[in-house]
């Protein structure tokens, strides 16, 4: 074998290292990109429009899987929480001030003037 073909064994392909890195950036990150940055993104990868669109799929389905995890955990905690309990103990380490002010209404009308 000459040294050329050898080179060219060795040698990945950088373009398809590339795009399988976008790619996997892409998945990673979706969950958070809107569908129009993710089709930036890719878009100098000239993919197939099916792959495209799988993509898109795969980042909408992720979106929706990861709101509802996090919606279920918040929920979960916040289902934990003694509510009573909660405002006692803060209650009881604050002290309120209220204060109630009582102004008449000034009454620029005619009608309630009587003559």
């Given at each position: ?6 080179e060219?064994?060795?040698?990945p392909?950088i ?9 996997f950036?892409v998945g990673?990150?979706a ?11 890719v ?11 799988f ?7 992720g ?16 289902s934990?929480i003694d ?5 006692s103990k803060f ?5 309120f001030k ?14 309630d003037?009587?003559?």
């Amino acid at each position: 074998m000459s040294n050329d073909e050898e080179e060219k064994i060795e040698k990945p392909s950088i373009p398809l290292v590339d795009v399988a890195k976008k790619l996997f950036t892409v998945g990673v990150s979706a969950a958070f990109m809107t569908e129009e940055s993710i089709r930036n993104y890719v878009n100098d990868l000239k993919l197939p429009k099916e792959v495209l669109q799988f993509i898109l799929n795969s980042a909408a389905k992720g979106k929706e899987e990861l709101v509802q995890r996090v919606g279920k955990e918040i929920s979960g905690l916040i289902s934990h929480i003694d509510w009573v309990k909660e405002a006692s103990k803060f209650a009881e380490s604050h002290k309120f001030k209220i204060e109630i002010e009582i102004i008449p209404k000034k009454n620029n009308s005619k009608s309630d003037v009587s003559s």
